[in-house]
């Protein structure tokens, strides 16, 4: 069965990139879109972006103009870069599965969670 | 972006009882593309509910999921001491995707 373990900095200081990682483990890289999703107390549960495994790239809105989704299929990972990060973007983020077939929408799996957290 | 709202925002029930958990939906969620999770402190959501009663592998039969349009349920009949968690919807019928605020169903 599939397996995501992902790792990154967990401490950043205001306007530095966020860099997480999430390699996929027990499975096939084809036939997903791997998503990145976090979680705050303020906002709770909140999907951040997706990469189809043939390379297109799906954002929310609300972050699309500072994130970007990448991946290396020989790898087998994938990796979120969220720029100017503030305050508000201190979260747990979790990278997750999302089957690319017809009907098909949910997350599983997900990974172990990363907490980051942006302080001065 | 479809918005969705969980009711109660905290359930307090005793093993054995059966909890009724709302989601309902800002418009309506197409082909009833909606999950339901279950996440309990520390660890990631656990997926339980797809295309609204569908129950995902190995998720036990007292977990049950219904509804379509804008109103959706997952009930849990008999409670089991390790289904006290917090539980969240989401829709997957229009991007972006998104997820319901959750509901605690705590130990009463």
């Known amino acids: 069965q599939v397996h995501l373990q992902q790792w990154g900095a967990g401490l950043l200081k205001p306007s530095e990139t966020l860099s997480l990682t999430c390699a996929v483990s027990?499975?096939?890289?084809?036939?997903?879109?791997w998503s990145w999703i976090r979680q705050s107390p303020g906002k709770g549960l909140e999907w951040i972006g997706e990469?189809?495994?043939?390379?297109?790239?799906n954002y929310n809105p609300s972050l699309e103009s500072r994130i970007t989704i990448s991946m290396d299929t020989s790898t087998k990972q994938f990796s979120l870069k969220l720029n100017s990060g503030t305050a508000a973007d201190t979260a747990v983020y979790y990278c997750?599965?999302?089957?690319?077939?017809?009907?098909?929408?949910?997350?599983?799996?997900w990974g172990q969670g990363t907490l980051v957290t942006f302080s001065s | 972006e479809i918005v969705l709202t969980q009711s109660p925002g905290t359930l307090s029930l005793s093993p054995g009882e059966r909890a009724t958990l709302s989601c309902r939906a800002s418009?309506?969620?197409?082909?009833?593309?909606l999950a339901w999770y279950q996440q309990k402190p520390g660890q990631a959501p656990r997926f339980l509910i797809y295309?609204?009663?569908s129950r995902a592998t190995g998720i036990p039969d007292r977990f049950s999921g219904s509804g379509s349009g804008t109103d959706f349920t997952l009930t849990i009949r008999r409670l089991e001491p390790e289904d006290f968690a917090v539980y969240y919807c989401?829709?997957?019928?229009?991007?972006?995707?998104?997820f319901g605020q959750g509901t605690t169903l705590e130990i009463k």
């Open positions: 990469i189809h495994y043939r390379g297109s790239t």
């Open positions: 997750a599965r999302r089957v690319a077939m017809a009907g098909s929408g949910w997350f599983d799996p």
């Open positions: 989401q829709q997957y019928g229009s991007s972006p995707f998104t």
């Open positions: 418009q309506t969620v197409s082909s009833r593309y």
């Open positions: 295309g609204a009663s």
């Open positions: 027990g499975g096939s890289f084809s036939g997903n879109y």
